[in-house]
């Protein structure tokens, strides 16, 4: 079987979670609002989270396409393996929505640990798809790049550590813990403009 | 016409109704919930919900990928049959909805059957579909493996019958039922990482 | 310009109008719903609403699909007429959904209609889009067939007064006008499959 | 990494964003109306901020396009550039919504604002993308269209200031301001039909 059409299911499911994101935005206003701009105000939370969650999938479909960029082909296993990374992605709205809506209310160490729980199920999806595919170049191209190869796997062993512990900062404070989901989205923005290429 | 806008079309029903999914959990936490953490654990039927109909969704999606690698050409017909294939995948998250929402409750029957009854119209438009295209070797390409159609004939002929099956447990035990859509998708997804390629 | 972006966009829109059709049928379906056998079976309006639009946006994927075969390059007022064709595609859940909730109400003549009227805007945008593109061959390729191209202006050309038709017999019945709309289809499909190709 | 993937992320966004915004009229009309031909007639202004919203990201999307055939190659700065750029569209439904629900009402400045800024963002983002790319010819193709790149340019840099200043009549007249959102469109379709190729 050839990526190529892996690639373009994948592309779909990452363009729809994303772009279903702005629908938790859309409902934290009713029709029968009061006061429109006090109430577009009140909800900034939601571009926060939107902000956010959307920053992070297209980091996620940016790493998807690195990744393809090194296979040579695809089987069954991987094939899989890709769905369950991919339905990991597709429930990030429904953990965004969570956080948007009571970050500021009694279930806000409840949200930040649903969206912390959700991260970490797909950094390990992430891991699951990379080391299938890498381990003895199952999967990787005859020329994949060897300083590649090494920079993904050095760059995603870490991811679910941190994601558990931004998700276990919760318990202390969940403001803080969801600060540091924005934080990791904007570091890893800024490293890799940085020093990717 | 070349096979490869319908794999464009079809890629986009597959990844949006796999997307769609997680509406259906996402409605069942209204805004106003009491405590946050009580009722993410009370929905968990959702969640299974939705990786059983995500991961049955991806599995459809490998099949007809599977398939389309034996086409040569497509013609009307075949186009109208794959619509009327997807128009049963894209009506997947109603079902899924229904059974998360009520397997605990008095419609558990109604819902397992209207999934059941669902998966079964897929697996006929799965017949309808491949038969078409390679009775007669009609539209798949002169070099299409012996082996690969043959047994794509073999495992696609029961499909209807074990849905079947499984949907009329629901008259015993709804939760059987819904076990059994369960079992199918997880038995597929080992026994072809174990056997397919 | 090459076409092809122009189909990968355009193939989005006719996936993400069709697959949303479902949400129609669900938002028919209250969470607390009294006996859900029952309402399943009360709301048969939606699931052949939902079949009647899933088949007649895929009618138009292949139209577009088989226009698509003769051209040869796109200007800019062939993507804005593409654009305008779409916007009509993307609104027919709207109608679908007014249709399956009135057809047996007071509100069904004005359902009729207004899903009419969208079938009407569709099929003048379907010739706007194809006369631009085919009239004195400007956007044609230099080999597309000349029984092709003559019978796709055959076939467009009598589409707004057939829709219009079948919409205004909803003042005299619109149980007819929506069997009509169905029928259209259902000729369509069988018609292309006998003669087609 | 070949700029193909980055299309059909983009285009699935695009798309998806354009058919989602029928969501917003359909929301318009409850099922419990009472006569359906007046809630019809009534809500007209959903339809016009319909087609503008959705011929407003079909001109996005055909710019997008029209960018892409100068760019040889991306980078990881230009990916994230245009996850902010699509971060932007994707937003565009929500704002929609507002206009049409508010602007006969009390809200009408505050969603006359919001559309306004959501479009002043977008423009921000389109230059900032395209400047990227085109500075010191970074990642144009080595024979990318000199009038087109400075074309493109010329065009792009007033946006913003153009958006900002529709934005900003809503303090005097929150139906001019809107007015103005539908003449950008238009004029943009025109112009460019007139001239573009």
Redesign the interface.
């Known amino acids: ?1 050839s990526p190529s ?1 892996l ?3 994948a ?13 938790n ?3 934290q ?1 009713p ?1 029968d ?1 009061g ?3 006090d109430s ?1 105000i009140h909800i900034w939370p939601s571009y926060l989270a ?2 956010v969650s ?2 992070t999938i ?2 996620m ?2 790493n998807h ?2 990744v ?2 090194q296979i040579d082909r695809v ?3 991987f ?2 393996a890709n ?2 990374l ?2 990991c992605i ?2 990030v ?2 953990p965004t ?2 956080v948007a ?2 970050i500021r209310g ?2 806000a ?3 930040a640990l ?1 969206y912390g729980f959700t991260m970490v199920a797909t950094a390990i999806m992430f891991n699951v798809t990379w080391f299938y595919a890498s381990v003895h170049q199952r999967l990787l191209r005859a020329d994949a790049d060897r300083a590649i190869v090494t920079g993904i796997s050095r760059s995603y062993l870490p991811g679910p550590w941190i994601y558990l512990g931004a998700a276990l900062v919760a318990f202390v404070s969940p403001t803080a813990s969801v600060l540091l989901y924005l934080a990791i989205a904007v570091l890893y ?1 800024v490293e ?2 940085l020093f ?2």
């Open positions: 079987m059409r690639e373009t299911f592309d779909g499911v990452f363009a729809i979670a994303a772009t279903l994101l702005i629908l935005v859309d409902a206003v029709g609002v006061n429109l701009g577009l939107y902000a959307f920053v297209g980091i479909w940016v396409h690195w393809m960029t089987d069954r296993r094939l899989f769905i369950g991919l339905l597709a429930f709205p429904f929505r969570l809506e009571h009694a279930g160490r409840d949200a649903a923005v890799s403009s990717g290429n």
